[in-house]
């Protein structure tokens, strides 16, 4: 979660607007996404405070309480850091300079004298 000031300050009956950015990842398909989103505090006129979500200009539910994955409508979302989504897609486009893999040679050591049977437990029998 990053807090930073809103940009336009208050709103219309907000005492207070936070912008929290979130990065998401959906467990079921693998889709990934972020999301910044403008946190508004009011208070109502019984003088009970309550939050509103605001992503894009419009209202929308906590992305904490049941976040769905845009891309399946599936509802096991992993929530993150911003900034994990777009890294995690920066190493995916990245070159990878891995060395060719060539053989691999053990030494053959001899054994030194006869290859004892494994312990086995009293009352039980070897296996073939």
Do not use: K, N
Request: charged fraction near 20%; include cysteine; charge should be neutral.
């Amino acid at each position: 979660m990053t807090e930073i000031p809103g940009p336009g300050g208050l709103r219309a009956g907000a005492t207070a607007v936070v912008t929290e950015a979130y990065a998401f990842a959906c467990m079921r398909c693998g889709y990934g996404w972020e999301q910044s989103y403008e946190i508004e505090h009011h208070v109502d006129a019984d003088g009970r405070t309550f939050v509103l979500y605001v992503a894009d200009g419009r209202i929308v539910p906590s992305p904490l309480s049941r976040p769905t994955c845009r891309s399946c409508d599936g509802h096991v979302v992993r929530i993150l850091r911003p900034g994990r989504v777009a890294s995690a897609r920066d190493a995916a486009h990245r070159e990878r300079r891995v060395p060719a893999a060539g053989p691999v040679e053990a030494p053959w050591v001899p054994a030194a004298g006869p290859v004892e049977a494994p312990w086995v437990p009293e009352g039980s029998a070897p296996l073939p």
